[in-house]
């Protein structure tokens, strides 16, 4: 059962809409369910002799007599509505259980306590099967104006009691930093012109893939705009500065042809300037990406922040861990974006589903998480996909998602949870797609049988406790391939493996030889980074005047990724 709270200053304006056809005739018989008193409530769907007017002077009683009292000056946003719906698939509620809900919840949110005969008056219509719309004047009978300090919340905890009660699906409590849903106008329109999404909601994901992979403010408008999308910034009036930010879809516009706004904050919470500004610094040309020597380092970075965001979870560190969990959310829009193949759906879908988990009433150490942020945008412009790199970094992401929907359950986010459940059921399904194969290829490319029983003595040596499991493993061939690998990149195959598996507990790895396979993958090459350093001494301070590479277009902006229906 959702409630949805809100404020306008138009009685009969809502009224109107509450017992017309509708926007597509979708209101059959709106009546009146509950009232302040149903004696005193004209009720235009069962009255022919009721009209709107008289509803919305009773109702406005009150509101008139503290306009004239404060001299003409009517209460500002007076009018109060809450539309609260069942969950699909719930059975109907009848009108007598619908006039309790309505009973219940505007006592809860102080809208008309239980007994106050002073309280303000207000209505409930149902005009659907399955949800009723309440509306209230909030001007009581001594003047003054309710209480409804927290009223959505309260609305919420209330609906969770009914839910219970009246035996309907039980909804995630919230804790008001969920972006706002599409209103059935919106939807409505999507449907009208054949869109798959609402405009908001496309708009929020175009913001949120761009500003994870800008370095700045500047740039995060300036790619927006790209996209075709329309950008209107809000001056201070004093200083000048930007205050705050609309965007609009193309071809979004409204009944005169204008384009539709929505403004950052009201695409999601930390879409707002200012929650932009705390994980966009205004950097300087140099800290933008530049031509890396191996190309493979955005991979192996990220998956190394990756993993250390999984410590910051265990920390106990809660403004950190909700940083790094900020910053997860960043980086798996980059990694959508830079991978190819079929499991990128999926990768798409885990991003979009992580937003909700993203964010919660714990307030974000975004300094925390620098390490992690900048890997994920040194993704967001790599030009290639590494086979074993990539898996390894979406096998860190599996983990990541798990961990972070255990975090938010034990701290009783349950909307954050079941939204970082969702992403790591998205993430499963986009490995098991992806990796199968290049396991498969790495078993094809073993060492020969010397070489693969001095591994096998080398993970005695090194990892006694878990030898029997690791050799055992279907996935034991594909390890001895990426150990190999390893030595020839300079490494002693008993240090990956004791560093690897003292980084996180074996026990309760189904597969721990495939663990150990991706974890070792990510190890540098040290020849390589030998030879770079000693290319870099030889040649003095030409390389540091050298004129940088320009920083390219993210992956998130370029042009095939613009269609507003992917």
């Not at 969770?160 to 008001?176: T, Y």
């Not at 030889?513 to 070792?520: D, G, H, P, Q």
Request: hydrophobic share 35%.
């Amino acid at each position: 059962m959702v409630p949805d709270v809100s404020t306008g200053s138009d009685t009969r304006g809502l009224i109107v809409y509450l017992f017309g056809p509708g926007r597509r005739d979708e209101h059959t018989d709106p009546h009146i369910v509950a009232a302040w008193d149903m004696a005193g409530a004209p009720d235009p769907g069962r009255d022919p002799a009721a009209t709107y007017t008289q509803l919305a002077k009773r109702l406005d009683h009150y509101v008139d007599l503290r306009t004239r009292e404060l001299g003409g000056k009517k209460p500002p946003q007076h009018v109060w509505h809450c539309p609260v719906r069942t969950a699909p698939g719930d059975r109907y509620l009848t009108d007598s259980e619908w006039a309790e809900v309505a009973r219940r919840i505007v006592h809860a949110t102080g809208i008309a306590p239980e007994g106050d005969e002073k309280a303000c008056r207000w209505i409930a219509v149902r005009h659907a099967d399955d949800h009723i719309h309440l509306m209230a004047t909030t001007v009581r009978a001594d003047g003054r104006r309710p209480r409804t300090h927290h009223d959505g919340q309260r609305a919420q905890a209330e609906c969770r009691k009914i839910e219970a009660e009246f035996g309907l699906r039980r909804l995630k409590s919230g804790d008001l930093t969920a972006p706002r849903t599409p209103t059935g106008a919106e939807r409505a329109k999507a449907e009208r012109q054949g869109q798959t999404v609402t405009a908001r909601h496309w708009l929020r994901e175009q913001a949120y893939a761009v500003a994870a992979a800008v370095h700045n403010e500047a740039d995060y408008l300036t790619v927006l705009q790209s996209l075709g999308i329309k950008v209107k910034t809000r001056l201070g009036p004093e200083t000048g500065d930007v205050i705050g930010y609309s965007l609009a879809a193309p071809g979004d516009t409204n009944a005169a042809g204008e384009p539709v706004w929505y403004g950052g904050s009201k695409l999601a919470p930390d879409l707002s300037i200012n929650r932009l500004r705390e994980r966009l610094p205004d950097q300087k040309a140099a800290d933008h990406p530049r031509q890396v020597a191996d190309p493979t380092d955005p991979w192996r970075h990220t998956t190394t922040a990756i993993q250390a965001a999984h410590t910051a979870l265990d920390s106990g560190e809660d403004a950190a861990a909700q940083g790094h969990l900020a910053a997860f959310g960043d980086a798996l829009y980059n990694i959508a974006s830079a991978t190819t193949g079929p499991h990128r759906a999926e990768l798409r879908a885990a991003a979009m589903a992580f937003n909700r988990a993203r964010r919660s009433a714990t307030r974000a150490d975004h300094q925390s998480a620098i390490a992690l942020r900048k890997a994920a945008k040194e993704l967001a412009y790599a030009s290639n996909e590494p086979g074993g790199l990539a898996i390894a970094l979406l096998f860190a992401t599996v983990h990541l998602a798990r961990a972070a929907a255990k975090w938010h359950e034990q701290r009783g986010h349950e909307q954050q949870s079941a939204a970082a459940k969702e992403a790591f059921r998205h993430l499963q399904a986009g490995y098991q797609q992806a990796a199968p194969p290049v396991l498969a290829d790495l078993a094809r490319r073993a060492p020969r049988a010397a070489t693969t029983r001095r591994y096998e003595q080398d993970v005695r040596v090194a990892l006694p406790d878990h030898a029997d499991r690791i050799l055992t493993d279907p996935t034991w061939t594909a390890l001895t391939t990426t150990l190999a690998h390893a030595e020839t990149a300079g490494h002693n195959p008993r240090r990956p493996l004791a560093e690897m598996g003292a980084r996180r507990e074996l026990d309760s790895a189904e597969h721990p030889a495939e663990v150990l396979t991706w974890r070792i993958t990510t190890q540098p090459n040290r020849r390589t980074q030998a030879a770079r350093s000693r290319s870099t001494a030889t040649s003095g301070t030409s390389s540091m005047s050298a004129t940088p590479h320009p920083p390219t277009t993210p992956v998130a902006a370029r042009p095939e990724e613009r269609s507003r229906h992917r």
